[in-house]
Structures are given as C-alpha cells and as structure tokens.
C-alpha cells in the first residue's frame, strides 16, 4: 500500500475539553502524518454544505448547529491505509459503543458529541479535503 491522504476533523466538544493536543498526539503515535490542519468556526452554510449528505436524515438540523457551536480543526492525516486505519483507530460512531482506547470512547460522551469526524472512504476523503484545504 501506499501513503494515503484522509481528513479527521476534531469536532467542537473536543476543542472545548481542551483536547486537540492528546489527540494529534495520539494519531502520530499511531503512525499517521499530519500534512494540514487549521483552527476555524464553521458557518450554518458551510456545515450544511459539509454534511449534504444527511440533510433527510433526522438529526441533520442538530448536527449542524452542533458543528457550528464552537471551533473545529479539519486535519489531513497521511500513511499507509489512512481511511480504513483511522476509522477503526477513532472507534464507533456512538462513543458509548467505540472501543476501549479508542480516541471516540476516551474524547467523546454520546453519538453527536464524539470528538471526531473522519472521511468514511478513499473518495470521500478527496472530497473533504477539498473543502477545507482546497
């Protein structure tokens, strides 16, 4: 395999515990290389337009208000299998459910405040970081 590129945002909750340090350290421990990151404040239109996706979903309106309710640090994480690897690595969607150790079950408390978003597949993750790094 070679390096691959995905994007790890440090969700709101998380910045407000203070915990982007012992994140970041955490995933270079694990082996990924931080190519970008940057601090912002996402707007209504840009978090609506990040998470298009779920826009039928019930909890879409929650999500976006949620992501827009403090800073969040998008990330472009390097190595080899970087999609499949930090997924796993982040834990379960619903922090109450991800595994011991990993960065949803120490950094997150439920399904919409778990610390983390990451890219879901090698296509999704060029996508994303076009939207933030361009």
Do not use: W
């Amino acid at each position: 395999m070679s390096a691959e590129r995905t994007l790890l945002i440090i969700k709101p909750d998380a910045v407000a515990k203070n915990a982007i340090g012992a994140i970041l350290s955490r995933l270079e421990a694990e082996g990924f290389v931080i190519r970008e990151l940057r601090k912002l404040q996402l707007s209504q239109d840009q978090a609506r337009q990040f998470y298009a996706v779920h826009k039928e979903r019930p909890f879409y309106g929650e999500l976006v208000a949620f992501m827009t309710s403090g800073p969040a640090v998008p990330t472009v994480l390097e190595r080899d299998n970087a999609v499949a690897h930090l997924r796993q690595f982040i834990g379960a969607t619903d922090s109450t459910k991800a595994a011991p150790g990993t960065i949803r079950a120490e950094f997150g408390t439920d399904v919409q405040c778990n610390a983390v978003h990451a890219s879901d597949s090698p296509e999704n993750a060029v996508g994303e970081i076009r939207f933030f790094f361009g």
